[in-house]
């Protein structure tokens, strides 16, 4: 996906089991809240602690869920693919 192609955000919420039984009309009025975040590899999304504003799904690409322990060693929990 090039970084200015347009995303059919409705298309990519139907897809989703989590949607699987929304009209459309509810998907329509989902996708037009939408916000797309498009990010650069190694760049943080959102760290624990911060205030949860809704939920993420990734398009393409993965994303790291990982956490740094005390002694500053990365544990990784999950990574995330494409429609989770």
């Known amino acids: 996906m090039s970084q ?3 995303l059919d955000i409705a298309a990519i919420l ?4 989590l ?10 009025h989902l996708a037009a809240a939408t916000r797309e975040k498009r990010l650069s590899k190694g760049e943080m999304l959102f ?18 869920l990982a956490f740094s322990s005390p002694h500053g060693i ?3 929990i999950e990574i995330v693919g494409p429609q989770q």
């Open 4 to 6: 200015n192609e347009k």
């Open 14 to 17: 139907k897809r989703l089991p």
């Open 19 to 28: 949607f699987s039984a929304v009209t459309a009309d509810h998907i329509a």
């Open 47 to 64: 760290q624990r602690g911060d205030t949860p504003r809704g939920f993420f799904v990734v398009v393409c690409g993965q994303i790291k």
């Open 74 to 76: 990365e544990k990784v």
